[in-house]
């Protein structure tokens, strides 16, 4: 009614077609959040070691699976600088760059650890 809130409902989250965008430093991609969602939804059928230490929280996910958590718990929980100021802070938080031979990224990478039982 006169139009509170109702911008709210009828918003549609708008998901980017690609999860990888280009980085302004080299040799890093940009990542979307749920690219890493569904790498820790993976990760959490596909791992077999388990975190054996007294102090971890969660004793049945391997210290891989508790990386990743922890990772988009900061994304989430981060501020975007004064100095960046063409992108919103809520779109600002969806995305982080990471090496692009880094596990998460490279997808024959990950595969070749899970088969070595790294992670």
């Known amino acids: 009614m006169f139009g509170i809130g109702e911008d709210k ?3 549609k989250i708008k998901k980017p077609e690609n999860v ?7 040799g890093y991609k940009e990542v979307y959040y749920d ?13 077999t070691l388990k975190d054996s230490s007294p102090t971890s929280l969660s004793q049945s996910s391997s210290s891989s699976v508790q990386m990743l958590e ?22 600002w938080k969806k995305w982080i760059a990471l090496k692009e031979d880094h596990w998460i990224v490279n997808n024959e990478v990950r595969s070749q650890l899970i088969k070595e039982k790294v992670i």
């Open 70 to 91: 922890h990772l988009m718990c900061w994304m989430f929980m981060r501020q975007k600088p004064f100095w960046i100021s063409g992108e919103k802070q809520d779109q």
């Open 20 to 26: 990888f965008r280009k980085c302004k430093t080299t």
């Open 9 to 11: 409902d009828n918003k």
């Open 35 to 47: 690219y890493l969602l569904d790498v820790d939804q993976e990760m959490k059928v596909k791992t």
